[in-house]
């Protein structure tokens, strides 16, 4: 059997609709080098997505490979959930303090493995801080309209794209949503429901699955000080935004705005190995340091928490940001690509609104097409809850069909290259999605 026959037969895809897999298939992944994969049939194809948005430093980077390989002929893993360390996440955790703004005050960190539980870690974190203070009743949760912070319990829990709630629901005395840009109609809910209930918001600086909402510059400082009014900590989720994605190596530095706790994945390895971190502030970390009774602890770990191959790709993966300048490149090629894309489809009856920041970006679609009449005797259901609006849909296979590969979120495209990327790479992406828009 060929691989293909073998994926069909074996392998399960979490997006592909399970009716269709076995007739349909997948498309065999066989190279990559910096934008471009290449796929067992021959075809070349544009990586209009880095990936899952996390490819950051571009596909074949033999540094990361030996950075890695050189661990694990010397000490691949060992626990350190105990009393037992090794060298990689130490170095990986002051990296990462050195990285951050100062005024962050974050430097205190647990990795796991993606993005999910680096929010489930934040999320524990946040209810023992509160704990051990005897606020008991802080246990309520907080996140925005369009969010998406994982797949996990408590992350799909304060995920508000209704695709992911189609099989179980959040329980909706733990967990609440606020609209995305509205400050005053979050401290209405946190007045309603009792501040003396919420622990924590978590917030993504850009809504990046949700469609590339890019907050304005004052509402964070608005969250800031209801948070602080009301004694709620945040979370900043830049598993997506972070590691330069956004012209910054962090985006909270945009908005000059620090939460208590930061979740990271992605781009820390740009996914050529499993890899989170949960960054942990002073102000959080002194009281369970110095609170938490004896005998007891956090408790919250992975077999494979602070992995030492991971973090060492981790840290070959920030030499090759910060030697080839990738977070500048990130700011100059993102601004080019948003200001082609404004050009290019100013005129464009079908677009509603262009977003971006840094190497990513959004097309927001008014000229959406209705569902197919009926989907398995569920066209209700999907009207609401579907993956993408047709319309987004159609216009992702014509880029597909030119050899680029982008992703529907709604009524939008969303677009998010390596931050490698160059001028004239731009350009091909921006033209294939001129010439899409004309057919789709």
């Known amino acids: 059997m060929s691989n293909l026959d073998l994926d069909k037969k074996h392998l399960s895809h979490a997006y592909i609709e399970p009716r269709k897999s076995k007739f349909y298939g997948a498309k065999e992944v066989v190279d990559a080098k910096g934008i471009r994969i290449k796929l067992s049939n021959g075809e070349e194809l544009i990586d209009g997505l880095s990936g899952l948005w996390n490819v950051n430093v571009g596909h074949g980077r033999k540094e990361i490979a030996k ?28 990296k990462l303090t050195s990285l951050l703004p100062r005024k962050s005050k974050i ?12 929010n489930e870690t934040a999320f524990r974190l946040a209810r023992m801080f509160h704990t051990i203070r005897g606020e008991n009743k802080r246990k309520k949760i907080i996140s925005r309209k369009y969010s998406y912070h994982g797949f996990t319990k408590s992350a799909v829990s304060a995920t508000t794209l209704p695709l992911y709630h189609l099989w179980e629901k959040p329980d909706p005395n733990l967990y609440f949503e606020v609209p995305l840009y509205d400050a005053d109609e979050l401290e209405d809910l946190i007045l309603k429901e009792g501040p003396d209930t919420f622990s924590v918001i978590i917030l993504e600086p850009v809504m990046a699955n949700g469609g590339v909402h890019i907050s304005p510059k004052n509402y964070f400082k608005k969250v800031r000080e209801i948070c602080d009014k009301y004694g709620i900590l945040m979370i900043f989720d830049e598993i997506i ?9 962090f985006c909270m530095e945009h908005y000059g ?28 970390w002194k009281e369970i340091e110095n609170k938490t009774p004896p005998g007891l602890f956090f408790g919250g770990a992975l077999t494979s928490s602070n992995h030492a191959t991971s973090c060492s790709a981790a840290l070959a993966n920030i030499d ?26 100013k005129n464009n009856p079908k677009v509603k609104e262009i977003r971006g920041l840094g190497l990513m970006a959004g097309i927001n679609w008014k000229n959406n097409r209705e569902a197919p009449e009926n989907f398995m005797g569920r ?41 490698c990327s160059t001028k004239k790479e731009i350009d091909e992406i921006v033209a294939i999605l001129e010439e899409s828009s004309k057919v789709a």
């Not at 950075?67 to 002051?94: C, D, H, R, V």
């Not at 935004?241 to 190596?249: H, S």
């Open 67 to 94: 950075a890695a390989n050189k661990q694990m002929e010397k000490l691949p893993y060992y626990p350190s959930a105990f009393e037992y360390t090794t060298e990689p996440p130490i170095k990986l955790a002051e």
């Open 379 to 419: 066209k209700k259901l999907l009207a609401n809850k579907r993956y993408a609006d047709q319309y987004s849909l159609d216009f992702v296979n014509e880029c597909l069909k030119r050899g680029l590969i982008v992703r529907p979120v709604g009524p939008n495209t969303v677009i998010a290259p390596p931050l």
């Open 320 to 345: 090759i940001i910060e030697k080839e300048k990738l977070v500048d490149n990130s700011k100059i090629q993102g601004k080019y690509l948003l200001d082609q894309l404004k050009a290019k489809f």
């Open 107 to 118: 430097e205190k960190f647990i990795f796991g493995l993606t993005g999910s539980d680096a």
């Open 241 to 249: 935004t972070a590691f330069g994605r956004t012209g910054k190596w």
């Open 257 to 284: 705005v620090y939460p208590e706790f930061i979740s990271l994945s992605k781009g820390i390895t740009s996914g050529y190995l499993p890899l989170s971190a949960t960054g942990i502030s002073k102000k959080v």
